[in-house]
């Protein structure tokens, strides 16, 4: 087999073309074979400050028992909705050492959004950031939800300034909306609650589902793809077999700008980095390019990972230059396309390579990357991770020869288990264990891959999949709407931005208005950045709208 895998040969030294799934029995295991060996040193800091390995295991021991006692069993579905906080990981790693199945949830969800992921997954649990209670109690009752943890922004900074970070996010940016959730109980009050009751020891098996990590798809409607412990392990195997040749084993401290309930950073920040006793600087908001420098400059950051946006924004702000990179070992780019001239300049300023890598949800979500020691792959996804295949189909999924044009599949052990409750999509989606991306590319001869274009319709915007048939739901809603259309459109910035081609009912209908809607209903990235009025749109002879030509148009 290893003719028809040309990119074993360009794995880069001390990179296994192998990992073992089957390792570590379940993410528990891993997770607490970390505490072991790390215990006295930081794991997670925010804001400045800091939790140890050790603190992290007492605190997710608590939280989980208190689940426990809550009512909630092993199999129950728990969403975790918060920016990047102390309190993530504590909660992520308490409700796994319950058995419970983690359910990330974008804090930004309008309730309606939050509605759909809360009743598809059947959640009977929520930790929220107070910040977003508001949109929860609009919706609640419709979810089967009993379980109600707050946490504010400040919660776990200590006293003084706990207090103060609060005092502003609450009195003086007034972020946090009013709301009334009966029988709500703050994120400390569970920890001190935990401590009275014991904690059952759940290992957890292989194929268990762990975590419902909602992604969407074709038709538009968001799925939960069933990550298992295998998945799970895998995929962190697989990353730290990938750093490790370029990394200290401890001794690596890590900044953490992307949200850890995104799939990237999941996976790669939370739990395979922290599995190699790397220290994780946790940055809340972003956007916030100022606090992003302050804690670069306030450690010696040796890994960061990141989308094209955020480099570029990065290099464009007048205090970046002024950073120390002499530490930076590793940059990795995911979520949408790093653009050349970013990669360049990237290298150029910092001296350290940005690698791209590729994945979906569906696959835990590494599948390739480049290595993290060249620069002469920028455009390209990489090379499969270890333990992985790839391969080029034509329309009829029979594989294509090297340098033919294609949709991606990809096989190994971190590809889902399926879509929750939906198995015609899961059929639809992976046939004889490959995974169907929907991504068109091709391989090289040395193995590396390339995309080219997108089978479906979905939009990539800051590495968020954004799908025309949700941002057209509720377009059509609109009583001045009669058709619209939802495309991409390429931009600077964000890679891509939505657009919406709408045909009135009411002539008085303006592009504001249309964009007011919107900004309702959906959260700050699906909000269309243009409006176009036409008298109709291009239809099939079955009355398909052609998205394609419109956006060629």
Same mark, same amino acid.
């Given at each position: 087999?290893?003719?028809?895998?040309?990119?074993?040969?360009?794995?880069?030294?001390?990179?296994?073309?192998?990992?073992?799934?089957?390792?570590?029995?379940?993410?528990?295991?891993?997770?607490?074979?970390?505490?072991?060996?790390?215990?006295?040193?930081?794991?997670?800091?925010?804001?400045?400050?800091?939790?140890?390995?050790?603190?992290?295991?007492?605190?997710?021991?608590?939280?989980?028992?208190?689940?426990?006692?809550?009512?909630?069993?092993?199999?129950?579905?728990?969403?975790?909705?918060?920016?990047?906080?102390?309190?993530?990981?504590?909660?992520?790693?308490?409700?796994?050492?319950?058995?419970?199945?983690?359910?990330?949830?974008?804090?930004?969800?309008?309730?309606?959004?939050?509605?759909?992921?809360?009743?598809?997954?059947?959640?009977?649990?929520?930790?929220?950031?107070?910040?977003?209670?508001?949109?929860?109690?609009?919706?609640?009752?419709?979810?089967?939800?009993?379980?109600?943890?707050?946490?504010?922004?400040?919660?776990?900074?200590?006293?003084?300034?706990?207090?103060?970070?609060?005092?502003?996010?609450?009195?003086?940016?007034?972020?946090?909306?009013?709301?009334?959730?009966?029988?709500?109980?703050?994120?400390?009050?569970?920890?001190?609650?935990?401590?009275?009751?014991?904690?059952?020891?759940?290992?957890?098996?292989?194929?268990?589902?762990?975590?419902?990590?909602?992604?969407?798809?074709?038709?538009?409607?968001?799925?939960?793809?069933?990550?298992?412990?295998?998945?799970?392990?895998?995929?962190?195997?697989?990353?730290?077999?990938?750093?490790?040749?370029?990394?200290?084993?401890?001794? *690596?401290?890590?900044?953490?700008?992307?949200?850890?309930?995104?799939?990237?950073?999941?996976?790669?920040?939370?739990?395979?980095?922290?599995?190699?006793?790397?220290?994780?600087?946790?940055?809340?908001?972003?956007?916030?390019?100022?606090?992003?420098?302050?804690?670069?400059?306030?450690?010696?950051?040796?890994?960061? @990972?990141?989308?094209?946006?955020?480099?570029?924004?990065?290099?464009?702000?007048?205090?970046?230059?002024?950073?120390?990179?002499?530490?930076?070992?590793?940059?990795?780019?995911?979520?949408?396309?790093?653009?050349?001239?970013?990669?360049?300049?990237?290298?150029?300023?910092?001296?350290?390579?940005?690698?791209?890598?590729?994945?979906?949800?569906?696959?835990?979500?590494?599948?390739?990357?480049?290595?993290?020691?060249?620069?002469?792959?920028?455009?390209?996804?990489?090379?499969?991770?270890?333990?992985?295949?790839?391969?080029?189909?034509?329309?009829?999924?029979?594989?294509?020869?090297?340098?033919?044009?294609?949709?991606?599949?990809?096989?190994?052990?971190?590809?889902?288990?399926?879509?929750?409750?939906?198995?015609?999509?899961?059929?639809?989606?992976?046939?004889?264990?490959?995974?169907?991306?929907?991504?068109?590319?091709?391989? @090289? *001869?040395?193995?590396?891959?390339?995309?080219?274009?997108?089978?479906?319709?979905?939009?990539?915007?800051?590495?968020?999949?954004?799908?025309?048939?949700?941002?057209?739901?509720?377009?059509?809603?609109?009583?001045?709407?009669?058709?619209?259309?939802?495309?991409?459109?390429?931009?600077?910035?964000?890679?891509?931005?939505?657009?919406?081609?709408?045909?009135?009912?009411?002539?008085?209908?303006?592009?504001?208005?249309?964009?007011?809607?919107?900004?309702?209903?959906?959260?700050?990235?699906?909000?269309?950045?243009?409006?176009?009025?036409?008298?109709?749109?291009?239809?099939?002879?079955?009355?398909?709208?052609?998205?394609?030509?419109?956006?060629?148009?």
């Amino acid at each position: 087999m290893a003719e028809q895998r040309p990119w074993l040969k360009n794995y880069p030294g001390g990179v296994p073309a192998n990992i073992d799934p089957e390792a570590f029995c379940s993410v528990v295991e891993m997770m607490e074979a970390t505490f072991d060996k790390y215990r006295k040193q930081v794991a997670f800091s925010c804001m400045g400050k800091g939790l140890t390995f050790d603190q992290i295991d007492k605190m997710s021991k608590s939280f989980g028992a208190y689940l426990l006692s809550r009512g909630l069993e092993p199999g129950d579905k728990i969403a975790l909705m918060m920016p990047n906080l102390l309190q993530y990981p504590i909660a992520l790693f308490g409700a796994l050492r319950a058995g419970l199945v983690i359910v990330n949830t974008n804090p930004l969800y309008t309730p309606r959004e939050m509605k759909h992921q809360f009743a598809d997954s059947g959640a009977k649990a929520v930790v929220i950031a107070e910040n977003f209670a508001a949109n929860l109690e609009q919706i609640i009752g419709e979810t089967n939800i009993k379980t109600v943890i707050l946490t504010s922004i400040g919660e776990m900074l200590g006293a003084v300034k706990g207090t103060i970070v609060n005092f502003v996010v609450r009195s003086v940016k007034k972020m946090v909306p009013k709301y009334n959730i009966p029988n709500t109980v703050n994120f400390m009050e569970a920890l001190k609650q935990g401590k009275k009751f014991s904690l059952p020891n759940h290992a957890g098996e292989p194929d268990e589902v762990i975590l419902l990590q909602y992604t969407g798809g074709t038709t538009g409607v968001s799925k939960g793809a069933m990550l298992t412990n295998r998945n799970m392990v895998a995929n962190m195997l697989q990353v730290r077999a990938w750093m490790m040749p370029y990394l200290e084993d401890g001794k *690596e401290t890590a900044l953490c700008p992307l949200p850890l309930y995104h799939i990237f950073a999941f996976t790669v920040n939370c739990l395979a980095l922290m599995s190699i006793g790397t220290k994780s600087i946790l940055i809340t908001n972003a956007r916030d390019l100022p606090s992003v420098i302050k804690a670069w400059k306030a450690e010696p950051v040796s890994l960061l @990972t990141g989308v094209n946006t955020l480099f570029n924004a990065l290099l464009n702000h007048k205090d970046f230059t002024s950073i120390d990179f002499s530490a930076l070992k590793i940059t990795v780019g995911g979520g949408m396309a790093v653009q050349r001239p970013v990669a360049e300049k990237w290298q150029q300023v910092t001296g350290c390579t940005l690698a791209e890598g590729y994945g979906m949800t569906e696959s835990a979500p590494v599948a390739t990357i480049n290595p993290l020691d060249k620069t002469a792959h920028v455009g390209f996804i990489g090379l499969p991770i270890s333990s992985t295949d790839m391969r080029v189909v034509d329309d009829e999924r029979n594989p294509l020869e090297i340098g033919k044009v294609g949709e991606l599949q990809i096989k190994g052990p971190q590809v889902m288990k399926g879509y929750y409750n939906r198995p015609e999509d899961t059929a639809e989606t992976i046939i004889d264990n490959w995974l169907c991306t929907g991504d068109i590319g091709l391989m @090289t *001869e040395e193995g590396y891959f390339k995309i080219v274009d997108r089978k479906k319709d979905m939009i990539l915007v800051s590495g968020f999949n954004v799908f025309p048939n949700e941002i057209e739901e509720v377009v059509a809603g609109h009583p001045k709407v009669l058709e619209v259309a939802a495309v991409g459109i390429p931009h600077e910035k964000s890679g891509e931005v939505v657009k919406v081609f709408v045909v009135k009912k009411d002539k008085s209908l303006t592009e504001q208005e249309v964009i007011d809607f919107c900004r309702q209903n959906l959260t700050g990235y699906k909000v269309p950045k243009a409006v176009e009025f036409r008298n109709d749109l291009p239809k099939t002879n079955v009355g398909k709208i052609l998205r394609r030509e419109l956006r060629e148009g």
